[in-house]
């Protein structure tokens, strides 16, 4: 326009727009590499989990009273199949726990009231409800499974009132349901008590995600409530809890409506109005878009790892005591074979012949494979390092042997007089076979828990520090005392010939 000016808003440069679009585009791309690989961190914890569960290796002795670890193991496997996500809640009864549950699913599925953790009504078939009980508390929670979205499951999970239990079975409670969960909720419903705190930190141990739901907000003045959010927030849970994990709601409110009367009055009744839930149910959907696989896959493999140490500890103990056994036999038939053979070589050869059926009947208890020669291979190793009492056996067997050999030729010669020295030094020569094989035993088992393997430490380490662990005099008089119990018999039976 002649003679006019012209108005435009001011526009970025070029190069702006091309840094904002190519910014853009670094954020998008950026975010497609945290989802692949948040998809690839839950594909290596399903493959984890499902080789974890495929490859027990437990026998059916070990697997006796093992059978509710190997359950969740299973479950968790299925939760990881299925993207299950588990919400659990807590708090003192009254609170509005349930309340806050049926709020967030739009259905009254959790019962509240006086039957307080009891579903009268649980037919719906769109939802899958179990009761059931959590570890060793007998404490028993609800859970509700929602219907799945594509591959995906919700599922929320009410327990018991936190004051409805002592606090040591609230406490083991929380932890094992804790241990389960993806994402806790607390539910409060004005200033904390001193329970609640104490309930609330312990699960804060747990490190799983929280959520501090302030409930029944609509009981109290705007005022009022706001000063009890506020000592909560600065005062209560400070040290535990930021303020964006801290949620205000109004699960179950009761609205005044005005009714008219029969006789024409105005009157008020309170009848339950719209939940206010839609903040918490925007936090819990945050928490579930920025981290939910993660969380799962998470969790899952952390409580999965405990349930294996629990396992793999009661399979080694179980192994050890049938290891023990195992042992002991073989030093009693090692000890009363030596006793009673008058034949120093024979005396050598049965030595061996025990020392190697005993280490291939361990390596077959710990499941592994091991050959006649690999066992000979390690009794030579162990025994070379064993030092000491290796060289005491031999002697024993080379020197008590021919002894015992010329006492035993000559009891007939002597009427049976020389039966009791020739017992003795019998007795002594096989204890200390014994020991020998006992030491040997104990070296076995330790290399064969250790998935045949010495460690970071050479066989002389490892056997010198079994060795220092042993008590010598109280392993060779339990060896005499059997021994002596079996020779007695033998004894008695030499004299009634």
């Not at 009980?133 to 404490?139: A, K, L, R, W």
């Not at 064969?448 to 005099?473: F, Q």
């Amino acid at each position: 326009m002649a003679g006019g000016t012209i108005l435009t808003d001011s526009l970025p440069e070029p190069d702006f727009l091309d840094s904002l679009a190519s910014d853009q585009e670094l954020d998008r791309a950026i975010l497609s590499v945290e989802e692949i690989q948040a998809e690839l961190n839950y594909k290596q914890a399903q493959d984890a989990l499902r080789d974890l569960v495929t490859n027990l290796d437990l026998t059916p002795k070990e697997q006796a009273g093992l059978e509710s670890q190997i359950n969740d193991l299973t479950n968790l496997l299925d939760k990881l199949e299925h993207s299950c996500i588990q919400i659990a809640a807590f708090g003192m009864v009254g609170r509005g726990k349930s309340s806050v549950l049926n709020a967030l699913l739009g259905q009254p599925v959790f019962e509240t009231g006086a039957l307080h953790g009891v579903t009268r009504d649980s037919h719906n078939a769109n939802w899958q409800l179990t009761q059931e009980t959590v570890g060793d508390t007998n404490q028993e929670i609800l859970r509700v499974a929602l219907p799945s979205i594509g591959d995906s499951q919700i599922q929320l999970i009410d327990t018991p009132g936190i004051d409805e239990v002592d606090g040591e079975t609230r406490e083991a409670l929380a932890i094992a349901v804790a241990k389960q969960a993806d994402l806790l909720l607390f539910i409060i419903a004005g200033d904390m008590t001193k329970v609640e705190y104490e309930a609330l930190s312990k699960l804060r141990e747990s490190g799983k995600p929280m959520l501090l739901v302030f409930n029944k907000i609509d009981q109290y003045p705007d005022a009022d409530r706001q000063a009890i959010y506020c000592k909560i927030r600065d005062e209560r849970v400070r040290q535990l809890l930021s303020p964006e994990e801290i949620v205000m709601v109004a699960a179950s409110p009761l609205v005044a409506v005005a009714t008219r009367r029969a006789d024409g009055t105005v009157g008020v009744k309170r009848r339950p109005g719209t939940p206010q839930i839609q903040d918490l149910k925007l936090k819990i959907l945050d928490i579930l878009h920025r981290e939910g696989k993660s969380l799962v896959a998470l969790n899952t493999m952390l409580y999965a790892g405990d349930l294996n140490e629990q396992l793999v500890k009661r399979k080694m103990t179980i192994r050890e005591e049938s290891a023990n056994q195992i042992i002991w036999k073989a030093v009693m038939t090692k000890a009363v074979a030596i006793a009673l053979n008058p034949v120093t070589v024979l005396d050598i050869l049965t030595a061996t012949v025990i020392d190697v059926v005993m280490i291939l009947t361990l390596s077959k208890l710990y499941g592994i494979s091991m050959t006649q020669q690999g066992a000979i291979g390690l009794l030579q190793k162990i025994a070379l390092s064993m030092g000491g009492i290796g060289a005491s056996e031999l002697l024993a067997t080379l020197g008590l042997g021919s002894l015992k050999g010329l006492l035993g030729l000559s009891v007939p010669a002597t009427g049976g007089v020389s039966l009791a020295p020739y017992l003795s030094v019998a007795v002594t020569q096989a204890g200390v076979a014994g020991v020998s094989t006992y030491a040997i035993g104990q070296v076995t088992k330790f290399y064969l828990a250790n998935g045949a393997s010495w460690g970071p430490d050479s066989p002389k380490t490892i056997v010198s520090r079994i060795l220092s662990s042993l008590d010598e005099t109280s392993i060779l008089n339990r060896i005499k005392g059997e021994l002596e119990a079996k020779l007695g018999r033998q004894r008695l039976d030499l004299k009634t010939r």
